[in-house]
């Protein structure tokens, strides 16, 4: 197996990753359900894929009405080696991984009854130098990875018929260290495209081609390492975990310049380590996962300043390592992937809190995961 950089974003997943080695691979928990909360809450998924570091593969689910996962079958497809994120297109009928172990991205096909993913023809496409994150223009044109080891922008050209990626241009990232960019972001507007790097790097977005433009209003602090951005469902405010110092840094967006100004309020304390957030579509709650105190804290987003306020420091119980999270696309309910191999599937309550209601077994240290809404 290839020896992966100790970049920021990966200093725990090295060590996981040296564990599980050392174990001869990491027990993933078997299929659990809260009987009395399985029918409390709807889901509108319809899909759902976790991206397996360590084993290099892709698990794939099936979501039901009430949000719970149950494996396809066959039960994952293989990847290239170690891949990182996994997304899905708007219409649900492609996939996409970053494969940092070879510096490509794999393409899939989904089949819409199964769910099952199928290797497009050729299978991937070059990106930079370890792709850590991948992301889609909402038009479904473009594609845009972040590649941390050659400090670059990858800038792709989406076939929405085929899903074939074809790279267009490379974009170096001012100020590359050996750690950055981590991630990438569009604005829910399409105008703008945000780099996490040592510093959030904005680029306005060629509407016809894609193309990249470095902003004068780059370059906004974020902590010592920031991961990726996140939007409200407004647009008008973001939110970045900051590994360096266990805080969350909350900005206002100008819809214009698509610059970032820090709220008044910001950065504010969550956890050890907040490594993802997931804000509920209505705007009301964000949850932020605590990646090394093993938990997950919930604030309230009441009012139309973008502040948190925090709510829970322990709001998921059955978690041992939380990274990403995401929202059912019905806001209903929260889903967190777990690095001890596992997603935990939590109702929303109407007062912030999250009631645990099952968890499934992934592969071996997943990373990133993503859902297909019904259509």
């Not at 197996?1 to 100790?6: C, F, G, S």
């Not at 932020?288 to 925090?310: E, K, Y």
């Not at 999250?354 to 019904?374: E, H, Q, Y």
Request: some cysteine; glycine content about 8%; hydrophobic content about 40%.
């Amino acid at each position: 197996m290839k020896t992966l950089p100790i970049h920021a974003r990966n200093l725990r997943l090295v060590a996981l990753m040296a564990a599980c080695l050392l174990t001869a691979g990491c027990a993933s928990p078997l299929l659990t359900q809260n009987s009395e909360a399985a029918n409390a809450a709807a889901s509108s998924a319809r899909f759902a894929y976790v991206a397996n570091v360590l084993d290099s593969t892709i698990s794939m689910y099936t979501v039901s009405s009430t949000g719970l996962w149950t494996p396809t079958s066959p039960a994952t497809v293989a990847a290239g080696p170690q891949p990182e994120a996994v997304v899905a297109d708007a219409q649900g009928k492609f996939a996409y991984v970053c494969n940092i172990g070879s510096g490509t991205i794999g393409m899939y096909a989904i089949n819409q009854t199964t769910g099952v993913l199928a290797p497009l023809s050729p299978a991937t496409v070059p990106s930079g130098s370890l792709p850590q994150d991948f992301t889609l223009h909402p038009s479904g044109n473009f594609a845009y990875s972040a590649n941390t080891s050659d400090g670059t922008v990858t800038v792709f050209s989406v076939n929405k018929v085929t899903g074939q990626l074809t790279p267009a241009a490379t974009v170096p990232v001012p100020g590359y260290t050996v750690a950055s960019p981590v991630a990438v972001t569009v604005s829910p507007s399409g105008k703008f495209l945000y780099v996490v790097a040592q510093y959030v790097e904005i680029y306005s977005i060629n509407p016809d081609t894609g193309t990249l433009t470095i902003l004068p209003e780059s370059y906004t602090f974020a902590g010592l390492r920031p991961f990726k951005l996140t939007f409200d469902p407004t647009g008008q405010f973001a939110f970045i975990p900051d590994n360096g110092s266990s805080n969350l840094y909350e900005f206002a967006v100008n819809p214009t310049t698509g610059a970032l100004a820090a709220l008044n309020s910001s950065p504010i304390a969550a956890g050890n380590q907040p490594s993802g957030i997931a804000i509920s579509p209505t705007g009301q709650f964000a949850y932020v996962s605590d990646r090394l105190g093993n938990a997950v804290s919930a604030f309230d987003m009441t009012g139309t300043t973008g502040q948190l306020t925090q709510l829970s420091t322990n709001a998921a119980a059955n978690v041992n390592g939380p990274w990403p999270i995401l929202f059912d696309p019905s806001g209903q309910i929260v889903y967190v992937l777990d690095e001890a191999g596992f997603v935990a599937s939590y109702t929303a309550n109407a007062d912030g809190s999250l009631t645990f209601l099952a968890s499934v077994a992934t592969g071996k240290i997943p990373a990133s995961f993503a859902i297909v809404p019904r259509q």
